[in-house]
């Protein structure tokens, strides 16, 4: 099994910043994307950013610019910058990553509990 914990959220004011990191544990053989989803009250999940192993990001659209993801390959975090947080970047932020947990194992597809960030004006 593998366990993302997730740290870093909060309240902040607009215009403000947060960094939210995501620690990956347990039978990890590689992870290939890491990644950061949110979901807003009555809302869908979303994906906020990505960052597949050999480097590649990928932003959503609404935080290009302002949200920056980075990993630590070697302790197998996750981490999100986010700066000039907005109201409508309220939401519950989720950790995921695909890991095959042995070398022939499929990849797959596991999330953390969920952090709060709450942007207030």
């Known amino acids: 099994q593998v366990q993302l914990v997730e740290s870093g959220g909060g309240l902040v004011q607009a215009g403000g910043s947060l960094r939210l990191s995501c620690a990956a544990s347990?039978?990890?053989?590689?992870?290939?994307?890491m990644g950061w989803y949110r979901q807003a009250p009555g809302q869908q999940r979303e994906l906020v950013a990505t960052a597949i192993s050999g480097g590649i990001t990928n932003y959503a659209d609404a935080v290009k610019g302002r949200f920056t993801i980075s990993r630590d390959n070697a302790k197998n975090t996750v981490y999100l910058q986010m700066n000039s947080l907005k109201t409508e970047d309220t939401a519950v932020y989720y950790c995921n990553a695909r890991v095959k947990t042995t070398w022939s194992s499929s990849t797959d597809n596991y999330w953390g509990q969920g952090t709060q960030v709450t942007v207030s004006s």
């Open positions: 347990g039978s990890i053989f590689r992870i290939n994307t």
